[in-house]
């Protein structure tokens, strides 16, 4: 992942420096000429811009650093991911599009009955793609994305994580249609009552408060605000989420490994952007040793094939002409899986499947 992390962070404690966010997510300044800092209000009908923050009026339960933070570091607006993106996975998709995408495009439609869910959780083993279909909803629905995974939001928040916690829904309903997206949930909602200590209690609490808060449609009406906020969670550890939360997410959506299809489609897509020999059986054959592994692991594999021809150039490559370096082979796959081998085990994947069965919603 690339980190396109603003700089503009603020330290609750030290004054403005950057904060040692989660990295493996990009987020940045917002840069889309809709969603402007300075066209974010505050309650007082003033923007969070122009203004020092000491300056701000405390916004009644999310003061104005902590909303700043938000989207300075959790709102992400620089990567957009589409449908076509996403290998596969066409029932999750399916059902993201009818359970958000399309009530968060058209809330005329989707009222009463048809009201849209407020929390979807995605499981299943780590790199399949929960991440990706999060950003996909955000763009294809059209909403502002905030993202940050729980483990961060606990251990980097230096105790204001309750606070984080309240300025991030603030914010999300402020800029609603949004989807505030959690990774790592477990480490949040877990079932670890012996290991929790205090103040994970009550970040935990407040985002149980926040989530509720999402009102209904009706509610929304009558409060003149637009409240298309939804949570989506993901997690790897899908059974170590506490019963009571787990009933909260109206949906639990599998995510499993790619199947042959989309493990295809994934090396087609990945080898179009590349100069490479293989033909259409030999990508088949690829996709047929690659079983098991998830799409993560296949990236991680074009990518250490695609360094065998820089390899061979030796010191070579400091001259050679780009159009002269060969394509890449399936005997560069081939000796790549020496080193890129599958990163889920079969046990855990049984696991997975035995959870689906038991909780997980059909795709
Ligand atoms: P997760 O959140 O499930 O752990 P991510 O969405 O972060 O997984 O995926 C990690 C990387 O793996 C992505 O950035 C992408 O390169 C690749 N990847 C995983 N699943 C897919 C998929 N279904 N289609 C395309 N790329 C994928």
Redesign the pocket.
């Known amino acids: 992942?690339k980190d396109t992390r603003s700089s503009k962070g603020i330290n609750f404690h030290e004054g403005p420096r950057k904060m040692n966010n989660d990295s493996?997510k990009s987020r940045s300044l917002p840069t889309s000429p809709v969603l402007t800092q300075s066209s974010i209000p505050c309650n007082d009908g003033s923007a969070f811009t122009n203004r020092s923050i000491d300056q701000l009026n405390p916004v009644p339960g999310a003061d104005a650093a902590a909303c700043e933070q938000i989207l300075n570091e959790i709102m992400v607006t620089d990567e957009k991911i589409y449908w076509e993106?996403?290998?596969?996975?066409t029932n999750a998709k399916n059902s993201l599009k009818e359970a958000v995408v399309y009530p968060f495009l058209r809330p005329d439609l989707f009222k009463g009955l048809r009201e849209p869910i407020r929390g979807m959780l995605?499981f299943?083993?780590?790199?399949?793609?929960?991440?990706?279909?999060a950003k996909a909803v955000a763009t294809e629905s059209k909403s502002t994305f905030f993202c940050i995974s729980a483990s961060s939001l606990l251990s980097k928040y230096l105790g204001e994580s309750e606070k984080s916690v309240r300025a991030l829904f603030y914010v999300a309903k402020k800029m609603a249609p949004s989807i505030i997206f959690i990774?790592e949930i477990d480490s949040l909602l877990g079932n670890r009552s012996d290991g929790e200590n205090e103040a994970s209690r009550r970040v935990k609490t407040e985002l149980l408060i926040q989530w509720s808060s999402l009102s209904s449609a009706t509610t929304q009406e009558s409060h003149g605000y637009d409240t298309r906020v939804l949570l989506l969670a993901?997690t790897?550890l899908p059974w170590t989420i506490d019963e009571a939360a787990r009933r909260r997410f109206s949906r639990r959506l599998y995510?499993p490994l790619?199947d042959f299809e989309?493990r295809q489609y994934?090396l087609t897509?990945l080898l179009s952007k590349q100069k490479h020999s293989l033909t259409e059986s030999e990508i088949i054959e690829v996709a047929t040793l690659t079983a098991g592994y998830?799409?993560?692991d296949?990236?991680a594999l074009a990518k250490e094939a695609v360094m065998e021809p820089i390899r061979d150039l030796g010191e070579k490559l400091i001259d050679i002409d780009l159009n002269n370096i060969r394509g890449v082979t399936i005997l560069d796959f081939k000796n790549a899986m020496k080193t890129v081998k599958k990163s889920v085990s079969v046990d855990s994947l049984a696991h997975y499947e035995k959870w689906a069965l038991e909780y997980g919603s059909v795709g």
Not at 124 to 131: L, R
């Open positions: 992942h493996s993106d996403i290998a596969g996975l995605l299943g083993p780590p790199g399949t793609g929960k991440t990706m279909i990774d993901a790897n995510i790619p989309t994934h897509k998830s799409g993560s296949i990236t």
